[in-house]
Structures are given as C-alpha cells and as structure tokens.
C-alpha cells in the first residue's frame, strides 16, 4: 500500500499541468499520483502517459469519458492504492517544503493503532486581478501539531471554512462515507468537505502553507457570471448535502461538528440565494423559492436553523430583498474578496 494517493483531475491541461505534478512527485515512491483525463481533447493525455513511463511506480493514467471534476475525484476514490487521499487541481500545486513535512507526520501515523482521519493544512490563494496574496490558516481554531477530536475545535469564521485545498482523507474515511460525486457538475468540492466528516474522529493540523492557488480569472467556476450561469449546479450541489448527512442525529461528542456542519450548510443556501436574486428572473426567482420549500419538506429542523443565520438574510422576499440580499453579498466580497 502506498501511503498517498494524489489524484489530478485533467480537462485540456496540457498547457500547466507540469507544474502541477513537478511539485507532488518529490513525495516519491510513497505516493501514487493518479492522473485522470477526463476526455480531453488536447495533448494531456499525452502529458500523463509521458510522466507514467517517466515514473512508472508512482503515476498511473487513467483515460475517460468526459464526466466532470466530481468523476475525476470519483475515479481516484475507486482506485487510490493509498491510505490517506487528496484532490490537487491541474492548474494549483503544493509547497514542496510544506509537503516533505506532511508526509513526514502522515508516516508517522501510518501503523498508529487509532488511525488518523484526517490532515488539515493551510492553502494560498493569489487573486490575479490585484496581484495580491491570502494565506489561510486555522491558527485558534484548530489545535497544532498534535492528534485532536471534534471537541476540542474552536469557531471557524465565514472565511476559513474547510475546503477541499485543505484537507488529506484516509481514504477508507472517503469510501465508508458512500459520497459519490455527481458527473458535469461545478461546485462538488462542497460535498467533498461535507459529507465525510461524521467519519472523520481524528484530526490533525499542521500550521503549513501547503496548497497554492489562483483565484479571480474570467475562466473559473467561482467566477460571478459563471457562477450566475451555472447556479442550477449549485442547487444540485446543495440538495446533494440537504441529503448526505442528518447532522442532527450526530452524537454527543460531535456537537461541534454538528454546528460546523450546520453553518456551512446554511452559507449553501445563502450562495444558492444570492446567485438566484443576481439573475433576478422570474424563473430564478421560482427556484429560490422552490429551494427553501424543499429544505422545509426534507427537514423542518435544518430548514428553521437557516432561517435563523444568514441564509436567511439572503432569502428575503420581493424587489427590495433581492436588491438588500446582493448589498449585503457585496460587502461580504470586499471583506472576504470571495473572487
């Protein structure tokens, strides 16, 4: 067994996916990088053949049908060889020297008695338009250095949720979660940060700016206009976890999981709403309101906490509260300069 899998998802990446996996092959022969082209349509399977007869017991190529950044996360799941799992994009790479010391501890743990569930690690992101750099990290929030429990967490604020950058799985966590990820669908690093997480019981945080990534080009899926263009992917994303996981019959000693879970559930809705009211049609506005039923008729308990916390806020009726809801999403983008 390998001790990492690294899996990359490849659509028409020939252009910059070198520099993507230069910085994971220093891992070496304790790591698998599993490159996943998904039906590109330029050199990139080329690219990834080259590198697995370059590095024949470290890359493995898998060539499919056009599914989407979710199959291609689904298609490392299915295969990994490795005890823990991360997701690292085409176009983003990992610090070499924080990724020395990530294995380090991952070796560590790798014949522990009680296996470590998860790693956590800071991500980087530059904005392209003002040149400008955001490390983020959970000092205070997350103890360091040192195995913790979901007990012994702190409050994340709105910006430092946990996101896909951030976190290595065991992979047997990934796969005793059930979570498959829908295929064609943006926005399913949202799930893949959700729904495992009642598995996760374990947890270990280093201090360390591992993942580096671009945010702010006209072509990314966090882009305004894609993300007002794409929204009914972000409804299917956001129904996915309506339904992945009933945070409320998580246990005692996952309280604090449990309001996590909660308020990143609601920041869902409150994204679903806000792109819904930047459209502004009657069509969208339908959905908006399609959404909130639905939440209400799956679970009257989740459907009352996000009435109470800003998803609400963000579901405010009529002309006035589409115009209030995209005033308060302003603000919150030049505080937190979501993209």
């Known amino acids: 067994m390998k001790l990492i899998t690294f899996t990359v998802p490849c659509y028409n990446s020939a252009a910059y996916m070198d520099r993507c996996i230069e910085t994971l092959l220093p891992a070496g022969e304790e790591a698998e990088i599993i490159l996943v082209d998904d039906g590109s349509t330029d050199d990139t399977g080329k690219v990834a053949d080259a590198y697995a007869e370059k590095y024949p017991n470290i890359v493995r190529v898998i060539h499919q049908e056009n599914g989407g950044h979710g199959?291609?996360?689904n298609q490392g799941i299915r295969n990994a060889t490795g005890m823990f799992f991360k997701v690292v994009d085409s176009d983003d790479w990992l610090d070499t020297e924080a990724l020395a010391k990530?294995?380090?501890v991952l070796r560590c743990y790798a014949d522990a008695e009680t296996p470590l569930d998860l790693l956590m690690a800071n991500y980087v992101y530059e904005h392209v338009a003002d040149n400008t750099r955001n490390?983020?990290?959970?000092?205070?929030i997350l103890p360091e250095n040192r195995v913790f429990h979901w007990d012994e967490i702190g409050k994340f604020p709105p910006d430092k949720n946990i996101l896909m950058h951030s976190v290595i799985y065991r992979t047997a966590v990934l796969r005793a979660s059930g979570m498959e990820l829908p295929k064609h669908t943006f926005y399913v690093d949202n799930l893949f940060v959700y729904q495992p997480l009642p598995q996760v019981k374990?947890?270990?945080?280093?201090n360390l700016d591992l993942y580096r990534y671009f945010i702010g080009r006209d072509d990314q899926s966090v882009n305004e206009k894609n993300m007002i263009k794409r929204v009914d992917q972000q409804l299917r994303v956001t129904r996915l976890m309506m339904e992945a996981v009933d945070v409320f019959a998580l246990p005692p000693e996952q309280d604090k999981l449990r309001a996590y879970m909660l308020n990143y559930f609601s920041m869902m809705m409150a994204i679903s709403s806000i792109f819904l009211a930047l459209d502004g049609s009657e069509e969208a506005l339908a959905k908006r309101k399609k959404l909130w039923d639905d939440l209400k008729?799956?679970?009257e308990r989740l459907?009352?906490?996000c009435r109470h916390s800003v998803a609400q806020a963000c579901n405010l009726p009529g002309w006035l509260g589409c115009k209030l809801s995209i005033g308060g999403y302003r603000i919150a983008q030049k505080l937190f300069k979501f993209n």
Do not use: F, Q, W
């Open 135 to 140: 490390v983020v990290d959970y000092t205070g």
């Open 297 to 299: 008729a799956h679970d």
């Open 102 to 104: 990530v294995m380090e």
């Open 71 to 73: 199959e291609g996360v």
């Open 202 to 206: 374990t947890i270990y945080y280093l």
């Open 303 to 305: 459907y009352r906490r």
